[in-house]
């Protein structure tokens, strides 16, 4: 396929992922300010948007602000979020995070991808999460679905969330990205599953190579 066939292609699914999804950019993870979707964020590492959503409401009935994260008794931490998995790594992170915050950044969840990644527990998937959401600053979340509806599409070949991520970065416009992370989760969760996709209810189906290529 050549560059401008790429790019109608790619230009194509984008309208219909609009249509079918719209363009509102919103955050499958419950929040009410940046410290909280940071905090969120990291419970979300191999564990749903639902649980997480389920577990953070006493988390910061508990823990009211980052301050108090920043002192909290980790054993306690760990019996709160205990059902997202990994729970005892999260708490240590989330505690350790708090203070890098705290006594690094005035108290304020930083906004540059070097500075996020700087914090325990925050790779490239949680602080574009926070870029995205938070800052509106253009950026793109390979997460499960993002990884295996980008691959079935064609958009990529790779299989490292970072190398896909700027895979993507590179053939999807900017204004694109942040609700091309929205669109494809939802898509994935509704139609593109793994490992049964809904193949013959997709919109995208004509345009998928995994679709073209099973036919």
Not at 62 to 77: D, G, H, I, P, V
Not at 163 to 174: S, V
Request: aromatic residues 8%; charged residues 30%; glycine residues 4%.
């Amino acid at each position: 396929m050549d560059n401008k066939m790429k790019k109608t292609k790619i230009a194509k699914i984008l309208n219909l992922l609009d249509e079918h999804y719209g363009i509102d950019v919103y955050c499958f993870l419950d929040h009410e300010n940046p410290w909280q979707l940071l905090v969120a964020t990291i419970l979300s590492a191999q564990c749903t948007d639902a649980r997480v959503n389920i577990v953070t409401p006493n988390l910061f009935a508990r823990y009211k602000n980052m301050s108090e994260l920043a002192e909290a008794n980790q054993l306690e931490l760990e019996e709160i979020i205990r059902t997202t998995g990994f729970f005892r790594s999260k708490a240590k992170n989330i505690i350790a995070s708090s203070r890098l915050i705290r006594d690094n950044f005035n108290g304020e969840v930083p906004q540059t991808i070097e500075d996020l990644i700087s914090l325990p527990g925050v790779g490239r998937k949680t602080a574009n999460v926070i870029r995205g959401n938070i800052y509106r600053d253009p950026s793109i979340v390979v997460d499960t679905h993002v990884k295996r509806v980008s691959r079935r599409l064609g958009f990529t070949k790779e299989n490292d969330p970072v190398k896909i991520e700027f895979d993507l970065m590179k053939i999807l416009p900017k204004e694109n990205w942040i609700r091309y992370n929205i669109q494809i989760i939802t898509h994935g969760r509704a139609i593109c599953k793994a490992p049964t996709p809904k193949c013959e209810s997709c919109f995208l189906r004509e345009e998928c190579e995994y679709y073209c290529e099973g036919k």
